[in-house]
């Protein structure tokens, strides 16, 4: 199949996450398993967005892994990957908060990401 079966998706992001992003020292994303991510794959571009802004920062998308919980994905991706600047318990606290428990129940999926040459 050719690249052009890669999409591109718009996601939301918060203020303090989309700077680590765009300073590329944010390489994997968080997300809960939503159905409409659920076909998300290696060569598809994300547009992350700061809500309400015209701020955008563009990632292609390398690798897709899916955990059980929170917990799982944290251990396994490495925390100083998800945000250098927290500890493995404050960003779990910090994901709790954005993705009450029967969200996380849907599955974790750790996006690892690189940020789009311009």
Known sequence: MTDSTARVR???LY????DLVAAGT???EVRV????????????????????TDETCEVNVKR???YPDFEAL???EGPAN???????????A?????????????GALAIQIQRAVA
């Open 10 to 12: 718009e996601l939301n």
């Open 15 to 18: 203020r303090q996450y989309f």
């Open 26 to 28: 944010k390489t994997i």
């Open 33 to 52: 398993k939503y159905p409409h991510l659920a076909d998300l794959a290696a060569g598809d571009t994300i547009r992350f967005r700061i809500k309400g």
């Open 64 to 66: 897709v892994a899916e």
């Open 74 to 76: 944290l251990d396994g």
């Open 82 to 92: 998800i945000n250098p600047t927290a500890t493995r318990e404050q960003q779990l």
């Open 94 to 106: 910090n994901i709790r908060t954005i993705y009450p428990p029967e969200k996380e129940a849907l």
